[in-house]
């Protein structure tokens, strides 16, 4: 599994644009990038998966660079409520395969 | 949206008991999971089921650990014999084909 790396904590404002990177500078051929949101005393929860390039969804935006060995996580607009910890994982996308989770990224978003 | 429910949310016992904590999965998924978050520490995967048996675990998985489905709905984590350090919350998830995996809210299992 593909080691990731990303920033132990992060403090944002109401109403900005936050932006996570994590690196992977292992990620295999078959890897997916994928980051999960984990609120306290509640079950991580998935946010986005991507390969490669650009995807988006009504949360996130998630950007990977051709090499793969970075990705970003972009929260537009984050509220109080966006408070939570991030997780970025590595690996491919087997079905029953177990998550492995980091120390993630710590967003604290204030008013 | 479908979920993941747990119950209980929280668990009391004393070393040595055993415990049982169970999981109602998604519907139509096949994959099940146990993973544990001692506080302040980072998620843990323990053990996942699928077909009725185990398709890999943790080393935290010893011989006090057992998983099993035994009505065809809920999915239970069996800890035989507590210790103090088994103190935790214990998290059921269940995957779809593309292993999105789905967490419940969680049980917190406090050994005294």
């Known amino acids: 599994l593909a080691k990731t790396t990303q920033p132990i904590s992060m403090d944002s404002y109401e109403g900005q644009e936050v932006n996570i990177t994590c690196s992977h500078n292992?990620?295999?051929?078959?890897?997916?990038i994928t980051w999960y949101q984990q609120f306290p005393s509640q079950g991580p929860r998935f946010i986005i998966q991507?390969?490669?390039t650009k995807v988006t969804n009504e949360v996130a935006s998630l950007f990977i660079p051709a090499d793969r060995k970075s990705s970003t996580l972009s929260l537009p607009r984050v509220s109080l409520s966006d408070t939570a910890v991030y997780y970025c994982?590595?690996?491919?996308?087997?079905?029953?395969?177990?998550?492995?989770f980091g120390a993630g990224t710590i967003l604290r978003v204030k008013s | 949206e479908p979920e993941v429910t747990q119950t209980p949310s929280h668990q009391v016992t004393q070393m040595g008991q055993e415990v049982i904590l169970r999981c109602v999965p998604i519907?139509?998924?096949?994959?099940f999971y146990w993973y544990r978050q001692i506080l302040g520490q980072k998620v843990e995967f323990l053990v996942s089921?699928?077909?009725?048996?185990?398709?890999?675990k943790s080393e935290i998985f010893d011989d006090q650990f057992s998983v099993e489905r035994p009505d065809g709905s809920n999915f239970t984590l069996k800890i035989r014999s507590t210790k103090l350090e088994d103190s935790a919350m214990y998290f059921c998830?269940?995957?779809?084909?593309?292993?999105?995996?789905?967490f419940g809210p969680g049980t917190r299992l406090t050994v005294t």
């Open positions: 998830a269940t995957s779809d084909r593309e292993n999105e995996q789905y």
């Open positions: 292992n990620i295999a051929t078959n890897d997916y």
């Open positions: 991507g390969y490669k």
């Open positions: 994982l590595v690996g491919d996308r087997e079905y029953g395969n177990k998550l492995v």
């Open positions: 519907s139509n998924h096949l994959y």
């Open positions: 089921f699928y077909n009725n048996e185990i398709s890999e």
